[in-house]
Every structure is written in C-alpha cells, then in structure tokens.
C-alpha cells in the first residue's frame, strides 16, 4: 500500500503522537524540527492536504501553515 510506505520512512515513526497535535507554533516548533529532516515530508504534507487534515503538524506546517500554504498554492494556480 502506498500509504504505508512512507510512513514506515516517516522520521516521527515510533514518537509520542500527541506531540504532534498541539496548539501553536510554540509548542509544535519542536516536532516541526524533526519534520525539517524527515525524508517523506511531501508525501505527508500531501496526505495532510488531499485528506482535509486541519489539525495536527503534517509535513512541517502546523495547520494555519498549511492553511496558507494552500492559499498560496491556489493564487499561483489562478
Ligand atoms: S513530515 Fe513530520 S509528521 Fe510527517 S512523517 Fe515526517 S516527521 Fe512525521
């Protein structure tokens, strides 16, 4: 299954998920941190976004970075 190919390579494989669903950059920095490492960051930040994941850190961006990574994305594509 795709899906679960990259998340065996996933770099949090084996974390405490709860560090991964906080509030705020200040409390997901440190998470991002392990994420700006991860070799499956696009596959995950993908997943996040094709599946409407609104919480949660998901390819490094906590979900208001992802809210306005998908702003971006469609003001380039229009
Ligand atoms: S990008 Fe971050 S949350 Fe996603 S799989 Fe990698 S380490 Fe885990």
Known sequence: MQEANWLDRARCRGMDPDR?????IAQAR?????CERCPV???CLSYALDN?????VWGGL???QRRAH???QFAEAS
Request: charge should be positive; proline fraction near 4%; hydrophobic fraction near 35%.
């Open 30 to 34: 440190p998470v991002i941190r392990v």
């Open 41 to 43: 960051r696009d596959q």
């Open 20 to 24: 991964f669903f906080v509030r705020g």
């Open 70 to 72: 998908q702003r971006k």
């Open 62 to 64: 906590t979900e208001r």
């Open 52 to 56: 409407d994941i609104t919480f949660g």
